[in-house]
């Protein structure tokens, strides 16, 4: 099997983040990891990197913003000719860095919002940074970057998408990213809490509709819709080690940005191996490549050329095997556990009073209720590491 370049390298500059969002996809253990790279290492990261092949890079964290030295990570990244998207929060930006920034060659910013009011925003992230964040969209604005916001959606803020586009309107953002919550991370803590009713995704959909009919070019709206809903997975990754290579903030390197739970793969480091033996020859990233791996259903489906057989972190965390059909897929043995989640999200939400039209676009009702979610913190990252089980209300989570 022939392998070509890692086109997309994903540098995660640092696991520090002063949010603490429910939904965040960085590993719930990733209080245990080891210390952050060195300027230089991540400079030799980008220069062999970029010798494979590698042409986009993404800075995100984490809060990416939370290194200081962004700006020599960005210049050296620029004269190697990568385009470079900063993906943030927007905490820690400030004029003077964003300026910076330009000089030094950065192409494109994404900001994130986590809902279009300041409440739910708030609440979401366990912080004050709405305001802050309109803020830093107004400073993109007047640095002449494109206008890009993500605004993650799930249960509780995806009856807001009329406002958010609203909001998205008033800023002037440029293109949108409605990114339905993928469930890895805290995300997969908080799932029961945080995957939309079918109603909610249906109305959500259409609301992006109208307003791209009434906006046309003006604003791109990109709205993906979360795969628990579909019965064909992902493409993911495009297959692992296809074109995505991933380093984290201790110098691991990922053929996903969630690989490092799967199990029985040993993956290498930076610091210890040069990328190109990281990416032709690791175990880690030879292990999914092609389809010699595959079970089935997938080994003779004539769509395995197409979707890979879906993601392999979503296989695991739902069957306890990454070689296993993605069970997004209705093809699946194990597509009952997606249907499954998805009714049980359906009875929670009738339950909770959010998820029904008649609810409307006001605050759920889980907002006097933060004690049901986890939000990302250091101190319960080490109780996931240790094993103490620390899920959503407070109870191990299982599959029925
Ligand atoms: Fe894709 Fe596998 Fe499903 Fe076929 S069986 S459609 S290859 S996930
Ligand atoms: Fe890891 Fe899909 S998120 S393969």
Not at 142 to 150: H, I, R, T
Request: with cysteine; net charge negative.
């Amino acid at each position: 099997m022939s392998v070509g370049p890692p086109l997309w390298l994903l540098a995660e500059l640092t696991y520090r983040c002063p949010l603490h969002c429910v939904f965040c996809s960085n590993p719930t253990e990733f209080a245990a990891t080891g210390a952050e790279l060195a300027t230089a290492d991540w400079l030799r990261v980008l220069r062999e990197a970029r010798a494979l092949g590698a042409v986009q890079l993404g800075l995100s964290g984490g809060e990416p913003l939370a290194r200081d030295d962004l700006e020599p990570i960005i210049a050296a990244a620029h004269s190697l000719g990568y385009y470079i998207n900063l993906i943030t929060s927007g905490v820690g930006m400030t004029e003077e860095r964003i300026r910076a920034f330009k000089a030094a060659g950065l192409d494109h910013i994404q900001l994130s919002f986590q809902d279009s009011s300041r409440e739910l925003n708030d609440f979401l992230s366990s912080t004050r940074t709405f305001e802050l964040k309109s803020r830093v969209a107004a400073l993109i604005r007047q640095y002449e970057y494109p206008m890009v916001l993500n605004v993650v959606l799930h249960r509780l803020n995806i009856d807001h998408v009329d406002e958010i586009l609203a909001m998205a309107e008033r800023i002037g953002a440029e293109y949108v990213e409605l990114a339905n919550t993928q469930y890895y991370g805290w995300a997969w803590l908080n799932r029961d809490h945080l995957l939309p009713t079918r109603a909610q995704l249906e109305r959500a959909e259409a609301a992006a509709q109208r307003v791209r009919a009434r906006l046309g070019s003006r604003m791109q709206i990109f709205f993906v819709v979360p795969d628990y809903f579909e019965t064909r997975p992902k493409a993911c990754m495009n297959g692992l080690g296809s074109v995505f290579l991933a380093v984290t903030p201790d110098g691991t390197a990922l053929p996903c940005h969630a690989a490092r739970m799967l199990p029985g793969l040993t993956f290498p480091n930076v610091l210890e191996s040069d990328l190109r033996s990281i990416w032709y020859e690791s175990e880690a990233f030879n292990r999914f490549r092609g389809e010699g791996w595959m079970k089935e259903p997938c080994r003779s489906c004539p769509e395995r050329h197409k979707d890979h057989g879906g993601c392999r972190c979503q296989a695991f965390l739902l069957t306890g095997d990454a070689a296993n059909t993605d069970p997004v897929c209705d093809l699946s043995p194990h597509h009952h556990l997606v249907t499954e989640a998805v009714a049980r999200a359906e009875r929670a939400a009738a339950a909770a009073g959010n998820g029904t039209p008649s609810a409307g676009p006001g605050t759920p009702a889980v907002v006097s209720r933060p004690h049901e979610l986890v939000f990302r913190d250091h101190r319960i990252s080490i109780a996931v590491e240790h094993g103490s089980g620390a899920t959503a209300g407070g109870q191990a989570r299982g599959e029925s």
